[in-house]
């Protein structure tokens, strides 16, 4: 995979490449997936993938925040965020460690 961001055609090209399916099977698992994991996330539920990481969303309450050119407060209102702790496999693995992501 070529450049410096993976793209989901790249994803499905891999899936095609290693699992042997049609472009258009490839393409309908990965988009299922993210489907799936966008929706639990939208819906408040974290999500944990064994051997890749833990996608965590989190309420953040409502604050004061500060303009930084002029100091003028602003309030901030409050929303959810999405926070991605990466598992001890996959840190190995991004630093040339010899475990195996997704097993």
């Known amino acids: 995979m070529a450049g410096n961001t993976v793209t989901r055609?790249?994803?499905s090209e891999a899936v095609r490449q290693k699992l042997g399916?049609?472009?258009a099977e490839s393409a309908e698992w990965v988009g299922q997936v993210l489907e799936e994991i966008c929706d639990c996330l939208a819906a408040g539920e974290d999500v944990k993938l064994s051997g890749f990481g833990h996608f965590i969303v989190r309420d953040?309450?409502?604050r004061v925040g500060r303009n930084?050119?002029?100091g003028v407060e602003v309030p901030i209102e409050p929303?959810?965020?999405l926070a991605f702790r990466p598992?001890?496999?996959l840190k190995a693995h991004i630093n040339g460690g010899?475990?195996?992501v997704g097993g």
């Open 9 to 11: 055609t790249e994803l």
């Open 21 to 23: 399916f049609s472009r």
């Open 60 to 62: 953040k309450g409502e």
């Open 68 to 70: 930084p050119k002029t």
């Open 79 to 81: 929303r959810r965020v």
């Open 87 to 89: 598992s001890n496999v």
């Open 98 to 100: 010899s475990n195996t």
